[in-house]
């Protein structure tokens, strides 16, 4: 069976619930090792009474960190930061075949002094590459042109030559496939002819570019408003999204549960739930779903 290094996420949110929990499942499918301490561990488990079971693999040291449930804290924000550098580095090493993060808070990043907005903005500067970020499930992915920036900057972000550049990075990644992927416009009705913008002309023309390098219509422009419908979401597997909401809200209304989240175009494979740390059931002992996380776990095998 494959070994997956499991970032343990924010303390004082719901990962180490989670992966508590789904523990006896997910070790009939996988090797699992959990980048947590012995200590920081047990005082999660007795906080959620949990047992924590004798062959809970763990992995590496620490900066001390007290648990508290549902509270952004610099100290939890270093800590998860430090169990993903663990994962990284155990598959860099290729002590293990994947890595499978839960949730962290990102303002708790910024209060410990981290200088990246999330894990694939932290992958992309480690390895040197432009990791995508694709999210979804065996009934539609979504990857993300631009992913945690303000929305007033997505406009800057658009360029057919970058354009160009992420287009064909995905379609490698996705196996170079011959189904057609859609690509959500920017603006209202994909701008109506330049009334209600112009960014449209750019993605067009990266568009045309590429298909004609790949030799087929394989990316086909979307008016947003409409790409989720059943009508048109049935035509596609695959789609790209200028900016994260408008592509996650739409993906989360349709398949929150099943949905993860995958990093492309690195060396090494990362999954993640779907998810965030869901600060207000963490240590309530609440029924929490586990879908994504088994979902997370079985595409890390799979890839």
Same mark, same amino acid.
């Given at each position: 069976?494959?070994?997956?290094?499991?970032?343990?996420?924010?303390?004082?949110?719901?990962?180490?619930?989670?992966?508590?929990?789904?523990?006896?499942?997910?070790?009939?499918?996988?090797?699992?090792?959990?980048?947590?301490?012995?200590?920081?561990?047990?005082?999660?488990?007795?906080?959620?009474?949990?047992?924590?079971? #004798?062959?809970?693999?763990?992995?590496?040291?620490?900066?001390?960190?007290?648990?508290?449930?549902?509270?952004?804290?610099?100290?939890?924000?270093?800590?998860?930061?430090?169990?993903?550098?663990?994962?990284?580095?155990?598959? =860099?090493?290729?002590?293990?075949? %994947?890595?499978?993060?839960?949730?962290?808070?990102?303002?708790?990043?910024?209060?410990?002094?981290?200088?990246?907005?999330?894990?694939?903005?932290?992958? #992309?500067?480690?390895?040197?590459?432009? %990791?995508?970020?694709?999210?979804?499930?065996?009934?539609?992915?979504?990857?993300?042109?631009?992913?945690?920036?303000?929305?007033?900057?997505?406009?800057?972000?658009?360029?057919?030559?970058?354009?160009? /550049?992420?287009?064909?990075?995905?379609?490698?990644?996705?196996?170079?496939?011959?189904? =057609?992927?859609?690509?959500?416009?920017?603006?209202?009705?994909?701008?109506?002819?330049?009334?209600?913008?112009?960014?449209?002309?750019?993605?067009?023309?990266?568009?045309?570019?590429?298909?004609?390098?790949?030799?087929?219509?394989?990316?086909?422009?979307?008016?947003?408003?409409?790409?989720?419908?059943?009508?048109?979401?049935?035509?596609?597997?695959?789609?790209?999204?200028?900016?994260?909401?408008?592509?996650?809200?739409?993906?989360?209304?349709?398949?929150?549960?099943?949905?993860?989240?995958?990093?492309?175009?690195?060396?090494?494979?990362?999954?993640?739930?779907?998810?965030?740390?869901?600060?207000? /059931?963490?240590?309530?002992?609440?029924?929490?779903?586990?879908?994504?996380?088994?979902?997370?776990?079985?595409?890390?095998?799979?890839?």
């Amino acid at each position: 069976m494959k070994k997956i290094a499991i970032s343990i996420g924010d303390i004082n949110g719901i990962g180490v619930q989670i992966a508590l929990k789904s523990h006896d499942t997910i070790k009939k499918i996988c090797n699992p090792i959990y980048c947590i301490d012995k200590k920081t561990l047990k005082n999660a488990a007795k906080l959620l009474d949990l047992k924590v079971p #004798r062959d809970f693999n763990i992995s590496g040291k620490y900066t001390t960190c007290s648990i508290n449930p549902g509270v952004i804290k610099k100290d939890s924000g270093r800590y998860s930061y430090e169990s993903f550098l663990k994962a990284i580095d155990l598959a =860099k090493k290729k002590k293990v075949d %994947a890595i499978c993060t839960l949730p962290i808070n990102k303002k708790a990043w910024e209060q410990a002094g981290v200088s990246y907005v999330g894990h694939t903005d932290m992958l #992309r500067d480690v390895f040197k590459k432009d %990791a995508i970020m694709m999210l979804g499930c065996d009934e539609l992915f979504v990857a993300l042109y631009t992913e945690h920036i303000p929305l007033k900057d997505v406009p800057k972000y658009i360029k057919t030559k970058k354009l160009e /550049i992420f287009f064909k990075d995905f379609y490698k990644c996705i196996g170079e496939q011959k189904e =057609k992927i859609g690509v959500l416009a920017l603006n209202p009705h994909g701008g109506d002819g330049g009334v209600l913008g112009d960014e449209e002309r750019k993605i067009e023309k990266a568009i045309k570019n590429i298909n004609k390098k790949l030799k087929d219509e394989i990316f086909e422009l979307l008016v947003p408003d409409i790409a989720f419908t059943p009508h048109t979401r049935e035509k596609y597997k695959y789609m790209v999204a200028m900016y994260h909401d408008q592509g996650l809200a739409p993906l989360k209304a349709l398949y929150f549960d099943k949905s993860i989240n995958v990093s492309l175009n690195l060396p090494i494979i990362r999954t993640s739930v779907d998810h965030g740390t869901a600060f207000d /059931i963490a240590y309530k002992n609440k029924d929490i779903s586990n879908i994504s996380y088994i979902n997370a776990i079985n595409e890390a095998i799979l890839l």
